[in-house]
């Protein structure tokens, strides 16, 4: 499985991004995808996982609840994470993983690179 995220970008305080995880050499229906993202001089987090074959979504950060929605689309073999009201302690590279079965992961089978998200004013 080949993973390609996109969507980072420049935004500023409050504002919003969807960033797509677009799986290619397998379909995706099988795998829970995971959204994890690392600050500079920080460790790298998960923000949230969705399972493969259902859909669930899982949250393992209180803090992102509600602000942060996982979703995904199996015919179009990806998985979006739509962020709102950003804030600039959300700047990070955000990555996106795969797992052969559903949340939660502890150890993800394939990764892809990095979009690097900035909220600055």
């Known amino acids: 499985v080949q993973l390609q995220a996109s969507g980072g970008g420049l935004v500023q305080p409050g504002g919003s991004l969807s960033l797509s995880c677009v799986a290619s050499?397998?379909?995706?229906?099988?795998?829970?995808i995971g959204w994890f993202r690392q600050a500079p001089g920080k460790e790298r987090e998960e923000i949230s996982c969705?399972?493969?074959?259902?859909?669930?979504?899982?949250y393992p950060l209180d803090s992102l609840k509600g602000r942060f929605t996982i979703s995904r689309d199996n015919a179009e073999n990806t998985v979006y994470l739509q962020m709102n009201n950003l804030k600039p302690e959300d700047t990070a590279v955000y990555y996106c993983?795969?797992?052969?079965?559903?949340?939660?992961?502890?150890?993800?089978?394939?990764w892809g690179q990095g979009t690097l998200v900035t909220v600055s004013s």
């Open positions: 050499g397998s379909l995706l229906n099988y795998y829970a």
């Open positions: 993983a795969a797992y052969l079965g559903n949340c939660p992961v502890h150890d993800y089978d394939y």
């Open positions: 969705i399972s493969g074959s259902d859909g669930r979504p899982y």
